[in-house]
């Protein structure tokens, strides 16, 4: 198996403890530098946030699944800050990794359902709203996942949370890593009332300019790139793009730490007094 795309993964700077000491941990990695990875993604750490959680202001999604056409890092908005108005609403994606027969880390992602009454047909990560009974975000990401295309929670190995995005009707929205410790196990079961097809595409490619186009949009008087992933795989064509492109874009710099091969433009969020829409 070849590792080529993982030998130009560099360390991260904070010191990794013992991989073997941790072996356990990450049992059915398939191979070291996979496991390596796994290690080293657990010392991550994400830029501090512009608010505190109780100042948030953020407005509900009606619905408990989401796909945004705009969605940014919370570091880089700025919201009025109102916490009798509003009550913040949280969510998770499970970006789920694992050794593609190339040696390439793979992502898996969902098209969603043509029955949907909402962007149906539309590419994104398993996830959604947080329950009541979720211990944590990594809770969330992997009980909607089993929910959606019936990934058993024990074959997920949560690494680490990357920093909050807001979506576009404010949801804020926690991208969980997770590494698939057994690829074999995996029998995607798409739930029909939700997910049409379930497919992985390399991580690789958010960094990339291949396959990328973008669009200069406008969102309350401010210009921002939306950016368009075009991808093929077994004679299916995806668009992967929006929020889902823009978390992906964020992990593959993260774990792949090499700057992105295109302009990635967001705007200066400048929120008025009431958002109803």
């Not at 049992?27 to 390596?36: A, D, P, T």
């Not at 040696?103 to 009454?117: A, E, F, M």
């Not at 996830?127 to 089993?146: I, L, N, P, S, V």
């Not at 991808?231 to 889902?244: D, F, P, Q």
Request: glycine share 6%.
């Amino acid at each position: 198996m070849s590792f080529s795309i993982l030998k130009r993964l560099p360390l991260f700077s904070p010191p990794f403890v013992n991989v073997m000491a941790s072996s356990s941990f990450y049992c059915g990695v398939q191979s070291k530098r996979f496991l390596v990875l796994a290690q080293q993604l657990r010392h991550y750490k994400p830029p501090p946030c512009s608010w505190d959680d109780n100042e948030e202001r953020i407005i509900e999604e009606a619905a408990g699944k989401f796909v945004s056409q705009v969605g940014f890092q919370e570091s880089v908005t700025r919201v009025a800050q109102n916490p009798e108005k509003f009550r913040s609403k949280r969510a998770a994606v499970l970006i789920c990794l694992f050794e593609g027969d190339a040696g390439d880390l793979r992502v898996i992602l969902t098209k969603r359902s043509s029955r949907l009454s909402s962007h149906s047909g539309e590419v994104s990560l398993p996830g959604g709203k947080a329950d009541e009974g979720d211990k944590d975000d990594g809770d969330t990401a992997t009980r909607e996942a089993k929910e959606e295309i019936g990934l058993d929670p024990s074959l997920v190995n949560i690494i680490t949370v990357l920093e909050p995005f807001l979506s576009k009707h404010l949801l804020r929205v926690v991208p969980v890593i997770g590494v698939l410790n057994d690829r074999k196990a995996f029998k995607p079961t798409p739930n029909p009332a939700e997910v049409d097809a379930i497919f992985d595409a390399p991580l690789e490619m958010f960094i990339k300019d291949e396959n990328r186009s973008a669009e200069e949009r406008e969102w309350m008087g401010e210009k921002y790139l939306l950016h368009f992933f075009d991808y093929e795989i077994e004679n299916k064509r995806y668009l992967i793009w929006g929020l889902t492109a823009g978390i992906l874009i964020r992990a593959a710099s993260v774990v792949y730490q090499r700057p992105l091969a295109f302009l990635e433009q967001s705007p200066k969020f400048k929120f008025p007094g009431l958002v109803d829409k």
